[in-house]
C-alpha cells in the first residue's frame, strides 16, 4: 500500500513538473525493445537532427527504456524510468504523463519496462507520414478510439517485446520495415535494433536525410553500479552515414567489451580467461572494416602478456613484432619494461630484454 501511495504523489510531482509546449523538433525513427532471451532492454535511434543521443534514448538496467521524438519532450525519458522504477507499468506511465503533457498532440514516445511490456504512442499533429508498431498488436481505428481518453488527438498502441516508431518520413512504409526487420533478423538485442534502423532507412527514411544516431542497451538487472549496467552506449553526434558509423562503433564496443572482460580476469589472475577475452576482442575487430591500426596494436599487446604470464613466450613474441611494427610500436615497447612493477609481467629482466628485441 506504501508503495502504491509513493508511486501516485511521483506521478503527480512529476506530471505537474511537464512543459506545456514543444520543445526541439527531433523527427526521427526510433525503436526500444527486449530480448525475452536474455532480459537486456535497449533503444536504437537515427535522425536528421545533430546529436540525436542526448535527448532522444533513455535507458536505464531492471526498469526500462524510452525513446522520445518528433517536438521531443526529453522529460518523458526521465520522468518515465523513474515511474517505471516505482513498479508502474509503461503503459500506465505513458498514458499518465500524456494526461497532463498540452503538447502531446506533436509528441511521439514510446515506453518499454522490464517485464517486456510495450506502449507507443503517435500524436495526431506529428508531421507526416508518422506512425508505429508495437510488437504483437493488431489495433483498428475502433480499438485505437476504445484506448483514448476523451479529447486525446492521436493513436496508442502496446504490444509485447518491441515498438518501432517514426515522423516526418519519406513514406509509409519506414515502420512496418523496421518491425519486420527486427522479426526476421538474428543476433544480440543490439544486432537486431540495428536491422531495424537499417531497414527505415532502405526504403526512404527521414525526408530530410540523416545526420545521427545513438544504441543503448542495458542488462536485465540493476546491479547498483550504473557504470556497469550498460553493454552498449554509443552515439554518432554527427555524420555522413550514421548507421554505418554506428554499426563500426557497436563491433568496437563488443571488442571492447571482452577487453574488459580480459582486464577484470587479469586482475583475478586468471591467465586462461584473459587469454580466450583478448583473442575474441582481436578476432571481432580483425573482422570489423575501419578498424584504426592503433586500436589492433592495443588488443594484440595485452593478448600477448597474457600468453607470456601463461608461459608461452614462444607464442606471444609473434604477436609482439606486429605491435612493434606500427606506427606507436617504440611506445609500445617502452611499455613491456614497465609491467613488472605493476606485477602484469614477470619481474624477470632476460625475460622483458628478450621481448622488446624482437623486431
Known sequence: MKRLVFSLLLSTTLIAQMPERPLRPVSTFSIVARDPQTGEIGV???SHWFSVGQIVPWAEAGVGAVATQSFVDPSYGKNG????ETGKTARDTLRGL???DHGRGV???AMID???DVVVWTGGKDIEAAGHVAGGDTPT??????????????RISWGKNYSVQANLMSNDRVWPAMAKAFEQSKGDLAERMLAALDAAQSVGGDIRGRQSAALIVVKAKSSGRPWEDRIFDLRVDDAEYPL???????A?????????????????KDQEGALREYAAAEQIAVGTEGVPASRLAEMRFWHAVALVNMKRVDEALPIFEKVFAGTDGANWRELVGRLPHSELLPDDKTLIQRIQAVK
Not at 568496437?252 to 586482475?267: F, P, T
Open 141 to 154: 481505428a475502433e480499438i485505437d478510439r476504445q484506448r483514448l481518453p476523451a479529447g486525446m488527438d492521436g
Open 252 to 268: 568496437l564496443q563488443r571488442a571492447y567489451n571482452h577487453m574488459n572482460a580480459g582486464d577484470l580476469a587479469v586482475e583475478h
Open 114 to 116: 522490464a517485464q517486456g
Open 244 to 250: 554505418q558509423e554506428l554499426r563500426r562503433l557497436g
Open 81 to 84: 524510468l523513474e515511474l517505471m
Open 44 to 46: 536504437a535511434v537515427q
Open 107 to 109: 509528441r511521439q514516445v
Open 98 to 100: 500524456l494526461m497532463a
